[in-house]
């Protein structure tokens, strides 16, 4: 049974490097969302995909952050020029509907560390 | 201030105790309030939800509401070390997709 896989599941960048994590949801999942958690907090918000729709993009910290979706299934959240303050674990999270927001499945994340 | 707020603990218990985990928030629009479990080095997983004020009972887990103080209560009777987890309070506004996290409270059930 399939749950949301992400990959990789560590990974170490140096800062400055771009890195990119790769999201595949629930099959048939129409929403889409990241969060990230930072060390001992709570996850947070940073975008939201109906389909291939990018709708939500409120909680992405700088431009360096960039996420895509283009065929409505997997998705890849990109960073750019990477800082120390990106290193958290970054969240994906499916859900079947818009009308189910709180079925949301989390994967179970890709932890960033930036040295 | 956090539109959610929550106590960190840690919280450590003896096996069969009634644990309490509590949230505020700020933020009058939140109707959704969701309890999240997370293992170490995993993903949350949704333990219940309910809609607006009120109570919910799923076996041993009970989530309260209180929209007039603005509180949200999940009440866990006879803990297992299983139980052992951070618990994170996710309250969301009606129409939107985004859930606010609470900090999550780290508990732990001892044998």
């Known amino acids: 049974g399939a749950g949301v896989s992400q990959s990789p599941r560590y990974k170490v960048a140096k800062r400055g490097q771009d890195v990119a994590l790769r999201c595949d949801p629930i099959?048939?999942?129409?929403?889409l969302f990241w969060y990230q958690q930072a060390l001992g907090q709570g996850p947070e918000f940073l975008t939201y995909f109906q389909n291939e729709a990018q709708l939500d993009k409120s909680g992405l910290p700088s431009d360096r952050f960039f996420a895509e979706r283009p065929e409505g299934s997997v998705s890849t959240l990109k960073i750019q020029r990477t800082q120390q303050e990106d290193s958290a674990v970054y969240l994906c999270?499916?859900?079947?509907?818009?009308?189910?927001?709180?079925?949301?499945?989390f994967g179970q994340g890709t932890r960033l560390t930036v040295v | 201030q956090k539109e959610v707020e929550q106590d960190p603990g840690p919280l450590s218990v003896p096996e069969g105790a009634i644990v309490s985990l509590n949230c505020t928030y700020s933020n009058s629009a939140f109707q959704y309030f969701m309890w999240y479990r997370q293992y170490s080095r995993k993903g949350p997983e949704l333990l219940m939800y309910t809609y607006s004020s009120g109570n919910k009972e799923d076996g041993r887990f009970t989530a309260q509401v209180d929209k007039s103080s603005k509180y949200i209560s999940l009440f866990i009777r006879d803990s297992q070390p299983s139980d052992s987890a951070t618990y994170l309070c996710?309250?969301?506004?009606?129409?939107?997709?985004?859930?606010?996290f609470g900090k999550g409270t780290k508990l732990t059930v001892n044998p």
């Open positions: 996710a309250p969301r506004e009606g129409g939107s997709e985004k859930l606010v």
């Open positions: 999270a499916s859900s079947p509907d818009r009308e189910r927001y709180t079925e949301a499945f």
């Open positions: 099959s048939g999942h129409v929403s």
